[in-house]
């Protein structure tokens, strides 16, 4: 086994997994899995630059996370970072505190190796046949891939859940109009994915990341966020459907008393969920598949192998 640990960071949360990989057969035993909302994104799409209070909360975390890694004795740290941090002119600034923190200098990827290592931790311990089309729902964009034992094809587009509520939604709850442009920004988004991703083909939807994990969450009832009842969850295009409508038709507060609510998702949720939906309706997939592991999981499975 390789103790490896894994962050994260994304345009709506930093995360970070510390666990044991077998290289050889594939195993991944959970040490550390946490998550944590800094909204590094804040204003990006508006602004271009990261901003110095998202900075600050991200760096928090980052203290956070270099404690837990020294406690558990990690001998491989990779650090990711997605989409805010490719958009941002100050980016420098973010690789600067990162590599002061945590001792790694974090690796902006493209959104292609960003679909790659999600497609990997998603659909490693799967046992389906045929491909799979593995959608991940950032903040800042969504990643499309389909492939079966290997990535066939892969897309990044920017509709995360926070870039569309930035962009589009100015009242609680949304309105229509507000509802319309978002959908017509996923619709737009959804035919540049498929020039490139046949991504009506597979016959297994497999969706990551924090809008569907919460979409399931509410889905299943729970009265708090639990990881082990979501992963593996199917939940039906009918129900996602349902649920979207709620959250959409809710205001902030009846959004924030949802028991499995995320605090830092609750303004962001009603267009992560708008998303999800929309991919289901283009896909024609009646259920989705969803995963807690993901690109945690493909990045630490890549350190093992000497990828990364």
């Known amino acids: 086994m390789t103790r490896v640990a894994a962050v994260d960071c994304g345009t709506n949360s930093i995360r970070l997994l510390v666990a044991d990989v077998d290289p050889a057969t594939g ?27 998202a900075l600050e909360r991200t760096f928090a975390a980052c203290r956070e996370y270099a ?12 650090f990711v970072a997605t989409s805010a941090s490719r958009d941002a002119e100050n980016r420098d600034e973010f ?8 001792g790694v200098e974090p690796e902006v990827i493209s959104g ?19 491909e799979y089309l593995v959608v991940d729902i950032g903040g800042g964009s ?3 891939v389909v492939g079966g034992e290997r990535v066939r094809a892969a897309r990044s587009v920017d509709i995360g859940c926070v870039r569309m509520s930035e962009r589009h939604i100015r009242h609680d709850p949304p309105s229509a109009e507000e509802i319309t442009a978002i959908r017509a920004d996923v619709e737009a988004a959804l035919d540049l994915a498929e020039e490139t991703v046949p991504i009506r083909e597979p016959r297994t939807l497999v969706g990551l990341a924090g809008s569907v994990t919460t979409v399931a969450a509410i889905e299943l009832g729970l009265e708090q966020y639990d990881s082990a009842a979501i992963h593996r969850s199917r939940i039906s295009y009918e129900r996602v459907k ?3 409508e709620t959250l959409l038709s809710a205001t902030h507060d009846e959004r924030a008393a949802i028991p499995a609510m995320h605090p830092g998702r609750v303004d962001v949720i009603g267009a992560g969920a708008l998303v999800l939906q929309s991919i289901m ?3 024609g997939a009646a259920e989705v598949v969803v995963s807690e592991h993901d690109i945690l999981d493909g990045i630490a499975f890549a350190m093992a192998l000497g990828d990364g």
């Open 27 to 53: 195993e991944l035993v959970d040490l550390d899995r946490r998550m944590t909302i800094v909204r590094l994104g804040q204003g990006v799409d508006r602004t271009g630059r990261l901003a110095p209070e």
């Open 67 to 78: 404690a837990v890694i020294k406690e558990h004795g990690a001998r491989k740290v990779r």
């Open 95 to 102: 690789v600067r505190g990162v590599f002061d923190i945590l």
């Open 112 to 130: 292609d190796q960003e679909a790659e290592y999600s497609f990997t931790g998603a659909t490693k311990e799967l046992a389906g046949d045929g």
């Open 142 to 144: 969504t990643e499309f």
């Open 242 to 244: 349902e649920v979207t």
């Open 281 to 283: 309706e283009r896909t």
